[in-house]
């Protein structure tokens, strides 16, 4: 392990990692600080998580710290660093990085990004910014109004480009690189080396040395990974019974669509959890109250789709399930990359329903390695069943949410499941609605009022036996939480 001693960091800087914690260098770090330092240009293949985001800020902060000062006019604090990421959340976390970072010495910094009033963005850059971090489509907007220039810049980072390339950000992206000196250094981090990735990088990047760290295709040994299989219908209950039975004290849940993500976080909260949802249609002040919402422990599960979940600087959370399997299998290593982070370990659940027998074979294919199919026994004595069996008549769901209807299911996954029994949850009759619309989550998201602080939702629901809404998840047994809590079963 490197140690930060090693890289011989400015005072301001060095004492700023030593409080947030830091004792060796991750591996990327140890690879790109030095060279960063010398000014060559990089292409590094990082995910998230690696701790990338010093990688490159340390440097950069330490490059131009000669031109600290603190005069207060404007013109001393030109934009001499451009850090550009594909989502608000993404370049919040950095821009937090970078100031924590940057906090014993003058180097200011903003961020910009969209959803948010221009206004304040545009008083924070016309009292000068030394490194800016944003969004591309934003960033066009202030450089159109004049509010910033980018004629000084001598670094330019090009953090997630893949991600930015597939939002379709490279028009946006090429307009703003116009804007910068050709005299500069140029960082492009990608998950992927993709073809379309080398030619921006042949394009933009001058002889850059390649640095690359975990694979896209590996997942961290610490992620203890489980699947289940369970019909739709069952997934909730499933969920909640895993919560219980493992203990997890806070988990992501990865949904598929927006509409999946909204609906199961209304179904949730329902059932008394506290929840959050995390998707593109939420507005952006929504979304970082939810991140600090999960962050500060007020929520203990985030509902969320891949794109808005890219990146998210949560460490350690204890347990990601995927609701549904993902459709790409890349995601499923970003998703469960979330957990089991920097040796902690971490439990990765996944939900595989009777259609995603194609998205499982490419996942097996991308983590080398056969997947287990498991069988959940409910504890109300019902095991999970295919949909057909159960006779659900709400079909409509799966393309509502735009996954695909049918496909054959694995073999292993039908047999494993008893046809004959009724539905577990309520006995309820199935009947076929005319129109394939559930009014309910029509209605805009609603935060569930204030519960119990500290302890997780399923806990605190626990010991309250008034609380029938969250009779479901009352558990059997006492189970040891994560966090040094304990759930006490209702006598
Ligand atoms: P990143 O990949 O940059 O998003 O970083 C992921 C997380 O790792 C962030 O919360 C960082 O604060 C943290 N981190 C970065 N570098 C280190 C390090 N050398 N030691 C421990 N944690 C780190």
Same mark, same amino acid.
């Given at each position: ?6 890289i011989?960091l400015?005072p301001?800087?060095?004492?700023a990692?030593a409080?947030m914690?830091?004792?060796s260098m991750?591996?990327?770090?140890a690879?790109a ?7 060559q240009d #990089?292409?590094?293949a990082a995910?998230?998580?690696?701790g990338?985001?010093?990688a490159f800020?340390?440097?950069?902060l330490?490059r131009?710290?000669k ?7 404007p013109?001393?604090?030109p934009v001499?660093?451009? $850090?550009l990421?594909p989502?608000?959340? /993404?370049?919040?976390?950095v ?8 906090k ?5 910094s903003?961020v910009v990004?969209?959803g948010m009033d221009?206004?304040p963005q545009?008083l924070?850059?016309k009292?000068? $910014?030394?490194?800016? $971090?944003a ?6 907007d ?13 670094? #330019?980072?090009?953090?997630e480009?893949d991600?930015? /390339?597939?939002i379709g950000f490279l ?6 690189l ?7 250094t ?7 080396f993709s ?6 990088a ?9 640095i690359e760290?975990a694979?896209?295709?590996?997942? &961290?040994?610490? #992620?203890?990974q489980?699947f289940y299989? $369970? ?6 209950r499933? /969920? ?10 806070? &988990? ?5 669509s ?9 179904? /949730?909260e ?6 959050s949802?995390l ?9 970082l109250?939810a991140?600090?919402a999960?962050k500060? %422990?007020e ?11 890219r990146g998210?600087?949560?460490?350690d ?11 790409? &299998?890349?995601?499923y290593v970003?998703?469960? %990359? ?9 439990l990765a659940i996944?939900?595989v329903s009777?259609?995603?027998?194609k ?8 983590i080398k390695?056969?997947v ?7 504890n109300d004595?019902?095991?999970?069943r295919?949909?057909e069996?159960i %006779? ?5 769901r799966d393309?509502?949410e ?8 694995r073999?292993?996954?039908?047999r494993s499941?008893?046809s004959?029994s ?13 129109v394939?619309?559930?009014p309910f ?8 009022p ?5 302890l997780?939702?399923w ?9 029938s809404?969250s ?7 006492k ?12 006598s």
């Amino acid at each position: 392990m490197s140690s930060f001693s090693n890289i011989q960091l400015a005072p301001v800087l060095a004492r700023a990692v030593a409080e947030m914690g830091y004792e060796s260098m991750t591996p990327i770090q140890a690879q790109a600080i030095p060279v960063v330092l010398t000014g060559q240009d #990089v292409m590094g293949a990082a995910q998230t998580g690696t701790g990338k985001t010093a990688a490159f800020s340390l440097p950069l902060l330490q490059r131009i710290l000669k031109h600290e000062n603190s005069s207060t006019s404007p013109a001393r604090h030109p934009v001499r660093a451009l $850090v550009l990421l594909p989502t608000r959340e /993404l370049a919040d976390q950095v821009a937090q990085q970078v100031k924590l970072y940057a906090k014993y010495s003058q180097i200011r910094s903003a961020v910009v990004f969209g959803g948010m009033d221009m206004k304040p963005q545009t008083l924070e850059l016309k009292r000068g $910014v030394e490194v800016l $971090v944003a969004t591309p489509g934003r960033l066009l907007d202030h450089i159109e109004a004049k509010n910033v220039v980018l004629n000084q810049v001598e670094y #330019v980072v090009l953090d997630e480009a893949d991600r930015m /390339l597939d939002i379709g950000f490279l028009p946006d992206l090429q307009r703003i690189l116009s804007f910068l000196p050709k005299q500069r250094t140029t960082l492009l981090f990608s998950a992927t080396f993709s073809p379309e990735i080398k030619r921006l990088a042949s394009t933009y990047l001058q002889n850059p040395v390649t640095i690359e760290v975990a694979r896209p295709n590996e997942t &961290a040994s610490t #992620v203890k990974q489980h699947f289940y299989s $369970v019909v739709d219908d069952d997934k909730r209950r499933a /969920l909640k019974q895993l919560i219980l039975k493992n203990g997890i004290t806070q &988990a992501f849940v990865f949904v598929n669509s927006k509409l999946g993500c909204a609906r199961l976080a209304r179904s /949730l909260e329902r059932d008394g959890l506290k929840t959050s949802a995390l998707h593109g249609d939420k507005s952006q002040d929504e979304r970082l109250k939810a991140l600090e919402a999960f962050k500060s %422990g007020e929520v203990d599960l985030l509902i969320c789709t891949d794109v808005a979940a890219r990146g998210l600087d949560i460490k350690d959370v204890p347990a990601v399930f995927n609701f549904d399997v993902p459709y790409n &299998a890349e995601d499923y290593v970003h998703r469960i %990359g979330r957990t089991g982070r920097a040796g902690a370990s971490g439990l990765a659940i996944s939900f595989v329903s009777a259609t995603d027998s194609k998205n499982l074979a490419d996942i097996e294919k991308m983590i080398k390695t056969k997947v287990e199919l498991e069988t959940i026994e409910f504890n109300d004595g019902f095991s999970s069943r295919p949909r057909e069996s159960i %006779g659900d008549s709400r079909g409509y769901r799966d393309s509502a949410e735009g996954r695909p209807r049918g496909g054959s299911s694995r073999e292993n996954f039908e047999r494993s499941h008893s046809s004959s029994s009724a539905p577990a949850w309520g006995q309820r009759s199935y009947e076929r609605k005319a129109v394939p619309v559930d009014p309910f989550f029509d209605k805009p998201y609603e935060p569930s009022p204030a519960q119990e602080e500290q302890l997780p939702s399923w806990e605190s629901t626990a010991k309250t036996t008034s609380r029938s809404i969250s009779a479901n998840i009352k558990p059997k047994r006492k189970v040891a939480a994560l966090f040094k809590t304990e759930i006490v079963s209702p006598s």
